[in-house]
């Protein structure tokens, strides 16, 4: 199992930066790519920033050119850095990491975070 614990949300003006971090722990060993997805109230959640094991990474397109996601992998730790916030960033962010298995079968959505809340105020 792994445990995944997300920390730096807030509330902030429009236009401010927050940066997420995610913590792993547990059976680090089975993780491959990381990310975070959001979940804005009444809507679905949506994949904002991926990153793999590599460094490859993989943005939606409503955050391209504001929101960097890294990876420390000495410390099993996956970073947001959110810039030139909108109203429309607000959701609560959930950090997720994909488990594969000793054979290389993927699964992207096994493991999760608790959710931060981040709030964009205009």
């Known amino acids: 199992q792994v445990q995944l614990v997300e920390s730096g949300g807030g509330l902030v003006q429009a236009g401010g930066s927050l940066r997420l971090s995610c913590a792993a722990s547990?059976?680090?060993?089975?993780?491959?790519?990381m990310g975070w997805y959001r979940q804005a109230p009444g809507k679905q959640r949506e994949l904002v920033a991926a990153i793999t094991s590599g460094g490859s990474t993989n943005y939606a397109d409503s955050v391209k050119g504001r929101f960097t996601i890294s990876r420390d992998n000495a410390k099993n730790t996956v970073y947001l850095q959110m810039n030139s916030l909108k109203p429309e960033d607000t959701a609560v962010y959930y950090c997720?990491?994909?488990?594969?298995?000793?054979?290389?079968?993927?699964?992207?959505?096994?493991?999760w975070g608790q959710g931060t809340q981040v709030t964009v105020s205009s």
């Open positions: 547990g059976s680090i060993f089975s993780i491959n790519a």
């Open positions: 997720n990491a994909e488990r594969i298995s000793g054979v290389g079968v993927r699964y992207p959505y096994d493991y």
